[in-house]
């Protein structure tokens, strides 16, 4: 099954990247077109110190080093936690990325993520793209359940592009999450390369598939 376009819907800046940031990196590898927008930049949530642009410019750079061309990187202002109240607004910048991407395969957070805005994106994500290929990518913090029923198998290079995206997140690492670190992202791709005799893969819930 060959895909052209790929658009990855991510509530916050490095939901993308941490979700499915090895998926990207080797469609890219295979010259699928790749765009990526974030829906809020979360500067509530940036520690001390930080100037309220860290978040957007973190997502740019972490894309840019993934292999993502800066055209294809496109970032909204949505409070973060309070996607909910601007559910229309969000569902309309979706149905506009849809009609100038006109992607065949789309990725949004899975329908058991908890997070609040992480439930808009999914919901929005799935209204908008109801007739296309449509799968749910994994954030297991966020997840009490999540049906693993699509694999990709990647490649260390994969791996490590992921892992490199990721440290331009300064803001985030300063944090010391324990889902921002390189084992973490290592470790989860083992274990879901384990699952599909590959050494490394991603998960997916696959909600729909047009072929």
């Known amino acids: 099954m060959t895909y052209r376009r790929l658009l ?9 990247e941490l979700g499915c940031g090895a998926t990207i990196a080797r469609l890219l590898e295979e010259g699928v077109e790749v765009h990526v927008a974030a829906f809020s930049t979360a500067e509530e949530s940036l520690p ?5 642009t860290t978040l957007r410019d973190e997502f740019i750079e972490s894309t840019r080093l993934l292999g993502v061309p800066r055209q ?17 607004e969000v569902l309309e910048d979706v149905v506009a990325l849809k009609r100038a991407v006109e992607p ?4 949004i957070p899975c329908g058991h993520d908890l997070h609040q805005d992480h439930e808009v994106v999914h919901a929005e994500g799935v ?10 990518y ?5 997840n009490i359940q999540f049906a693993a ?25 300063f944090l010391e999450r324990a889902y921002f670190t390189r084992e ?18 991603e998960a997916f819930d696959v909600m729909r598939i047009r072929w």
Do not use: C, M
């Open 184 to 201: 973490f992202i290592e470790g989860l791709a083992r274990v879901r390369g384990v699952q599909v005799r590959a050494e490394f893969a």
């Open 149 to 173: 029923n699509g694999f990709v198998a990647v490649e260390r290079r994969h791996v490590e592009s992921k892992w490199a995206a990721l440290q331009a997140y300064r803001s985030q690492l």
């Open 8 to 16: 990855v819907l991510a509530p916050h800046t490095d939901d993308a």
């Open 72 to 88: 294809n990187v496109h970032v909204f202002g949505y409070p973060v936690r309070r996607l909910s109240y601007h559910r229309q």
């Open 48 to 52: 001390p110190g930080f100037p309220p």
């Open 104 to 107: 065949d395969l789309v990725f």
């Open 127 to 136: 209204r908008a793209f109801k007739h296309i290929t449509v799968w749910g």
């Open 138 to 142: 994994e954030l297991p913090w966020n």
